[in-house]
């Protein structure tokens, strides 16, 4: 069972683990225009999903630029996914104030659907724990981090060499 804090406080994730070799789990979320979005609609690209707490948290507003910026060079066979609970109108508003245009946010705040399917509900604070998950074409999971402290960056290089590996 994977283990994390926030604030260095642990947090109860559920039992669900996604781990390298898994099949994509399915889910539903929201894009900024209110339209779900499921597993099966991201499908027939490598896929990067990275996953935060709030937009509105330095530390998740840098991560989002930082795949945002490493995006524009992976290439049209990859899509980037930034997954938080804020709201969608919430979502658009940022990613037009820092002009990030290079990846597709998704919201989880209606069902927890995302969240609940990878195991990164932190239960106590209804929010998502920061982790990186990259799919294959096909559906497998080839990279997973749970990033142990929820207020900590992820491993941008790994995650970005993860895709590549996909790519070549």
Known sequence: MVQVTFHE????????????GDEIPNFTVLDNDLNPVTAQDTAGKVRLFTVSPSLDTSV?????????????????????YYVTCDLPFA???????????????LSDHRDLSFGEAFGVTMQELRLLARSIFVVDE?????????????????????????????TK
């Open 9 to 20: 406080n642990p947090v109860t994730l559920p039992n669900k683990e996604v781990k390298v």
């Open 60 to 80: 998740c507003s840098d991560q989002a630029k930082r795949f945002s910026e490493e995006a524009s060079s992976l290439g049209d066979g990859v899509a980037v």
């Open 138 to 166: 096909n559906d497998k999971v080839t990279y997973v981090e749970y990033v142990p402290e929820g207020t900590n960056h992820p491993d941008y290089d790994k995650a970005i060499e993860a895709v590549k590996e996909l």
């Open 91 to 105: 979502q658009k508003r940022w990613t037009e104030v820092n002009e990030v245009k290079n990846l597709t946010t």
